[in-house]
């Protein structure tokens, strides 16, 4: 996946503040859009998260995107993440049958290792699918 700069992607992006929280509570943004989402042609879909660092006593910090198809649910998650910069996040769907209404997309963030409130602070971006 092509590692893409702030200059490409942050004219668009949808900022996200949570309040003060253990570090390693998950905070979600989603999408529910007015019909379901065709995706039949996609091999795979992506979005970038960019995020603030800075939980103390984080030992690293992760990013999920996920898939929502009814009670079906197809995820991919980057444990690797790194703050103060855009991560790409993919999810296969080439496999998976519901991907032609698709009813829900999230994007998740947290820190690990730490308990330690914090005010989570990321962003999502150029959120498509390939074919």
């Known amino acids: ?77 980057v444990s690797t993440f790194t703050p103060d910069r855009w991560n790409g996040l993919q999810v296969d769907v080439g496999d998976w049958a519901p991907r032609n209404k698709v009813t829900r997309i999230e994007v998740s963030f947290r820190a690990i290792g730490s308990d330690t409130p914090w005010s989570a602070r990321f962003q999502v971006d150029d959120v498509a699918y390939v074919d």
């Open 1 to 77: 996946m092509e590692r893409r700069t702030p200059d490409d992607l942050r004219a668009g992006a949808l900022e996200a503040t949570g309040a003060a929280a253990p570090a390693s509570a998950t905070r979600t943004v989603a999408v529910d859009p007015a019909g379901p989402l065709d995706l039949s042609g996609a091999k795979s879909v992506v979005a970038w998260v960019d995020s603030y660092g800075g939980a103390p006593g984080a030992t690293g910090y992760e990013a999920t995107l996920t898939l929502v198809s009814g009670t079906e649910r197809r995820s991919t998650t």
